[in-house]
């Protein structure tokens, strides 16, 4: 795997995205449905790569119409969200739709981003929050969205791509200690972001 980052060549023009826009939007649908896992009752984990974030970056230019003065923008947001070659990076969502209980719920995650880890085997991959900006706020309140890297070791990723042990994705947050074990389509399809 050779790592990329997005470059202004690789960005189609709004006009002919939007031509293509409904087959793109359905080709990444179908990607990321392989690149996701729901942990406990309101996290999702949507692990990022280089076609998620390619779309991410598409998606902003046209839907705020900002042109080339937008490119460098969305470029210095999403490609950082692109794994190296030897992470994982998930974006995670905490998804309530009840707008009461979410801020009740995210008024208890403060810190949550400190508190995510991969486990394969008995190796323990401990989540490395984006430090852009701070994502839980001094009254204990958390983002409902946070950016997580996952740096593993070379034995680790060995062990994650042999299929030996089970995986698992989890928070031991106080409030949040919540685990899922990820499904073979999902180890498959993030087993291509290792170099």
Same mark, same amino acid.
């Given at each position: 795997?050779? *790592?990329? $980052?997005?470059?202004?060549?690789?960005?189609?023009?709004?006009?002919?995205? /939007? $031509?293509?826009?409904? #087959?793109?939007? !359905?080709?990444?649908? +179908?990607?990321?449905?392989?690149? !996701? @896992?729901?942990?406990?009752?309101?996290?999702? =984990?949507?692990?990022?790569?280089?076609?998620?974030?390619?779309?991410? *970056?598409?998606?902003?230019?046209?839907? +705020?119409? %900002? %042109?080339?003065?937008?490119?460098?923008?969305?470029?210095?947001?999403?490609?950082? @969200?692109?794994?190296?070659?030897?992470?994982?990076?998930?974006?995670?969502?905490?998804?309530? #739709?009840?707008?009461? !209980?979410?801020?009740? *719920?995210?008024?208890?995650?403060?810190?949550? +981003?400190?508190? /995510? =880890?991969?486990?394969?085997?008995?190796?323990?991959?401990?989540?490395? &929050?984006?430090? #852009?900006?701070? !994502?839980?706020? +001094? #009254?204990? $309140? /958390?983002?409902?969205?946070?950016?997580?890297? =996952?740096?593993?070791?070379?034995?680790?990723?060995?062990?994650?791509?042999? %299929?030996?042990?089970?995986?698992?994705? %989890? =928070?031991?947050?106080?409030?949040?200690?919540?685990? /899922?074990?990820?499904? &073979?389509?999902?180890?498959?399809?993030?087993?291509?972001?290792?170099?």
């Amino acid at each position: 795997m050779t *790592v990329r $980052k997005i470059e202004p060549s690789d960005i189609i023009a709004t006009a002919e995205y /939007a $031509k293509l826009r409904a #087959d793109r939007r !359905r080709q990444i649908a +179908e990607v990321k449905k392989n690149r !996701r @896992l729901e942990v406990g009752p309101f996290a999702t =984990f949507y692990f990022e790569s280089f076609d998620t974030m390619l779309h991410q *970056v598409h998606e902003m230019l046209f839907i +705020e119409k %900002g %042109g080339a003065e937008q490119l460098p923008d969305e470029l210095a947001a999403y490609n950082p @969200l692109i794994p190296t070659g030897s992470e994982l990076v998930a974006t995670v969502m905490f998804e309530i #739709d009840d707008p009461l !209980r979410r801020a009740r *719920v995210l008024g208890m995650l403060g810190g949550v +981003e400190h508190k /995510a =880890f991969i486990r394969v085997g008995g190796e323990t991959i401990r989540g490395v &929050p984006e430090d #852009d900006q701070e !994502r839980s706020r +001094e #009254d204990g $309140k /958390a983002s409902s969205v946070q950016f997580i890297r =996952f740096p593993f070791t070379t034995p680790q990723i060995e062990a994650f791509r042999s %299929g030996a042990a089970d995986i698992v994705v %989890g =928070f031991d947050h106080a409030n949040y200690g919540h685990m /899922a074990v990820m499904p &073979p389509n999902v180890r498959q399809a993030l087993s291509g972001d290792f170099a």
